[in-house]
């Protein structure tokens, strides 16, 4: 029997050039756009033009003064040039939610067409949510998931439709005073997932979200909230661009997600922003008895991102799993890392973060081991690689460990490389131009989080990848 | 018939002198063998002639068909129908060898190929690789495999042999000077060589293994010493230096003898 050869696919030629998503639509046809800025007034009115119920209009009003309270933090990255009073905190594009594509408005579509969705969406997608600014514009969900009680919305409609689930989950993973953009989500949110998986049901295929920004000094807010019930499994993908603009943008969302006992699910992002975006994003996980937690997190672009997708192990057995890549070329600083907290006993967690750094471009490791002392035998393993293409370039790790409990095995290694001149030497004697062999070693690099990803994604991951690294040798 | 021509050549390494005056002619369908000590030079040249970015030419040139190659890039030495088998080839962490060997393929079997540009159909590429890997008795899973990643002393070697196979150069530089190598993989090499070698291919073989040589037995043997081919011989020389050692060779040329540094200079 012949072994089938794995090689890339035939459409070798990209079509290579600057950021690829940085185009953006004209804006004047949007139905509201908020005064730019930051006030209990703007808090209220996004609460009132939403139909918000009372408890929801007092969370994001508490959020507010929470968020006025704490300090910007002064650790990760440099956030001293992001001015809160010059973005738009709710904008409304269209006036509803498609349930077809015919149904969303020209432009925006457009915008969708340009990024693939619709295709993606009939080829391997069990459902779509299009976030465009604010506001999610079209949604889908295949019929027989929703017969089996699979809800997939966005965020605001849950509110509306379903609202005791929200009212008992909403914020209890991630409370307002967890931190500041935590705080700055809870008052201003909008749009984003709400995913509830009832027990013992299967997806097969993905369901996708798509967070798209178009305006300029625009802040996008998503909430996001996934149920895994019982035994039932998930994935869920999420994938963001935005234009380029020379001011900056902010998207700052909260991802809560609860699995419970015996309950799969893995969370995929690939973030690829302009790289004038602000991505400071909150990120946590509920583990239950033997479940199974996954994140897998990719993030190209922004100006700076601090994101550490977070896990707690909250019932005996149950596993975390964080794969994470941060590309951070010109002017970008990825602060990207994960957090594994162990409060059960046999719990196991495993970190693996790659970076790429380029061009002068910083990436970060900032990572937390955390055994709580009932969490007897558990487990936890941590990989950081750095690989540098410059010497301009940098890459620190952070690791910090906690452990309070003496039954455990925790282990980290960390490495950094350069992008070697041996490999780089071997790949050209053998005909590989300068460009095509760094390119080879950065998506070999790379390829551990790639071969997890669902295939569309792995080809647009390496295709993402090769953009960044044009022109980033010689 | 192609002609690789190497003359008055000096390379330095980190500003050390290595080599100091090479020449060196070697015909298309011709196998010559270079031999001497530890730290006489030979795997220098093998990296100079490959134009690895640590190995300074000073003085002298590579020529290939009359082509000065001595300031190219290493894939332009390839594309000209040079290829390097390496002592110690690198891992690449990831990298799939097929798609490794389909885009080395693509380029040196196309010289005019720009990057980005279609590679060699899949069809026909995997139906050499097919080919050549069961005539080298390799098992097609290894191509699945990352590059060198966990590959036994003998599969790096048959890898190297693989790509000197698939590439078809038109002069081939073995450097496997040191000793590491244990009797299968020289087995691998000498027989992998020997079947591929013929009227299209200029050999240069670097080698402490008598072995290699019976199998291929080369019609001149050079002797380095000090950074300068001594002598030049048939392959009696090489039999020679194989029972005897360098000593007589040390004696016959004590000037060369006295330059000898003490310490190996290893490549980088």
Known sequence: MATRLDTNSENESVD????????????????????????????????????????????????????????????????????YQDIHYFVRASEGQGRSWDEVPDDIRKTYDRLGIPEAEKKFLSGVKAQYESEVVYGSLQEDLAKQGVIFTDTDSALRDHPELLKEYFGTIIPPDDNKYAALNSAVWSGGSFVYVPPGVHIEFPLQAYFRINS??????????????????????????APTYSSESLHSAVVEIIVKKGGRFRYTTIQNWSNNVYNLVTKRAFAYEDSLMEWVDGNLGSKLTMKYPAI??????????????????????????????????????????????KDGGRSSYRGLVKVDPKADRCKSNVVCDALLLDPESRSDTYPYIEIEDNDVAIEHEASVSKIGEEQLFYLMS???????????????????????????????MNRLIELQMEGSIG | MSLLKITDLHVSVSGTPILKGVNLEINQGEIHALM??????????????????????????????????????????????????????????????????????SNVR?????????????????????????????????????????????????????????????????????????????KVVSEGLSRLSGPEMGVLIITHHERLLEFNEPQFTHVMLAGRIVETGDARLAAELHEHGYKSIRERHPEAAAEEVSETVEPV
């Open chain 1, 312 to 357: 707690y192990l909250m019932g005996e057995g149950a596993r975390g799993e964080t794969l994470s890549i941060a590309f951070a070329g010109k002017g970008q600083h990825q602060d990207a890392g994960a957090k594994m907290v162990h409060c059960a006993p046999n719990t196991s967690s495993r970190i693996i973060s790659k970076s790429i750094s």
């Open chain 2, 36 to 105: 001497g000590p530890n730290g006489s030079g030979k795997s220098t040249l093998a990296y100079a002639m490959a134009g690895h970015p640590s190995y300074e030419i000073t003085q002298g040139k590579i020529e290939i068909d009359g082509t000065d190659i001595s300031e190219l890039d290493p894939n332009e030495r390839a594309r000209l129908g040079l290829f390097l088998a390496f002592q110690y080839p690198v891992v690449i962490p990831g990298v799939k060898v097929a798609d490794f060997l389909r885009h080395a393929m």
């Open chain 1, 16 to 83: 290579i050039g600057e950021y690829q998503y940085g185009f953006h639509d004209p804006t004047d046809k949007y139905v509201f756009t908020g005064k730019k800025g930051l006030n209990a007034e703007i808090v209220a009115q996004i609460s009132e033009m939403k139909n918000e119920p009372a408890w929801m209009r007092e969370f994001r009003l508490k959020s507010f003064e929470i968020f006025e309270q704490k300090p910007t933090p002064e650790w990760g990255g440099n956030l001293s040039e992001l001015n």
């Open chain 2, 110 to 186: 196309d010289p005019e190929r720009k990057e980005g540009e279609k590679l060699i159909p899949m069809r026909e590429f995997r139906k050499e690789l097919r080919e050549q890997m069961n005539d080298l008795g390799m098992d097609l899973e290894m191509a699945r495999r990352y590059l060198n990643e966990g590959f036994s002393g003998g599969e790096k070697k048959r890898m190297e042999i693989l790509q000197l196979a698939l590439l078809k150069p038109k002069f081939a530089v073995l450097d496997e000077t040191d000793s590491g190598l244990d009797s299968d993989a020289v």
């Open chain 1, 216 to 241: 300029e000094n625009m802040g996008q807010f998503e909430r996001t909230l996934v149920i895994v019930d019982e035994g039932a499994s998930c994935h869920y993908v999420e994938g963001c661009t």
């Open chain 1, 430 to 460: 053998r005909g590989l131009t300068e460009a095509e062999a760094s390119s080879m070693i950065v998506t070999g690099f790379i390829e551990p989080l790639v071969k997890e990803l669902p295939m569309e994604y792995a080809v647009e």
